[in-house]
């Protein structure tokens, strides 16, 4: 099973402060989702990522899909308290592809 | 309907009961996920159906869960003999196909065995 190993696992912040979240594996994967998940609820895609070293921005949000397909990162720009939530990414790739191995994901507080 | 529903979404059972949860998928989605997230954690894989294949029940924990995908739409979770360290959230998604599409999730049923 591919394992994907999300860090930080907890990050408190300010409104206005600026962050990034990785999410790494010892494996390729031929595409990874980030996913935002508030409390109550169940995650929500906010995108997909298929090739290496593709870089694709949602407004405060650049997410970045590493050149050899095994990492990628999200950062956000001038946080703000709606930004709040857990962050999770969740990757595929050949025969075990339909498991979608998701991460521990990174528990996001923004303080306003 | 237009999102993934998820019934009841708060269960609390006593130790040794059985629990059934129910999922209902969007209307034409082939694949189906459960996943159950621990308070503050990531989603632990349990099960998945796409079509008429097999599931693949790897993510089971022990054979007191099961499940299963009527006519290729709703899905049921079966607890039996519930024990405290299955309370949890457990979480329903969907997609239109397997493999790495949108997966659109439920709110959950949370699990509180007492």
């Known amino acids: 099973t591919q394992l994907l190993e999300q860090s930080p696992q907890f990050l408190s912040i300010q409104e206005g402060e600026n962050l990034t979240v990785y999410c790494n594996s010892s494996?390729?994967?031929?595409?990874l989702q980030w996913y935002r998940q508030e409390p109550g609820e169940g995650p929500v895609l906010l995108v997909t990522?298929?090739?290496?070293?593709e870089v694709k921005k949602l407004k405060r949000l650049t997410f970045q899909f590493g050149d050899a397909r095994k990492d990628s990162s999200l950062h956000i720009t001038a946080a703000q308290p709606g930004d709040t939530g857990l962050y999770l990414c969740?990757?595929?790739?050949?025969?075990?592809?339909?498991?979608?191995?998701f991460g521990k994901g990174t528990l996001l507080t923004v303080n306003p | 309907g237009a999102g993934v529903s998820q019934s009841p979404s708060n269960k609390v059972t006593e130790k040794g009961k059985d629990v059934e949860l129910r999922c209902d998928p969007i209307?034409?989605?082939?694949?189906l996920y459960w996943y159950r997230q621990s308070l503050g954690q990531g989603l632990e894989f349990l099960i998945y159906?796409?079509?008429?294949?097999?599931?693949?029940k790897s993510g089971l924990p022990s054979d007191r869960f099961s499940a299963e995908r009527t006519g290729g739409s709703v899905s049921t979770l079966t607890i039996q003999r519930t024990q405290q360290e299955d309370s949890a959230v457990y979480l329903c998604?969907?997609?239109?196909?397997?493999?790495?599409?949108?997966?659109?999730f439920g709110q959950g049923t949370r699990l509180t065995v007492v």
């Open positions: 159906f796409q079509g008429n294949s097999a599931p693949d």
């Open positions: 998604a969907s997609s239109s196909a397997g493999g790495l599409v949108e997966a659109f």
């Open positions: 209307s034409g989605h082939t694949a």
């Open positions: 990522v298929v090739t290496g070293g």
């Open positions: 969740r990757g595929g790739s050949g025969g075990s592809n339909y498991k979608l191995t």
């Open positions: 494996s390729v994967f031929s595409s």
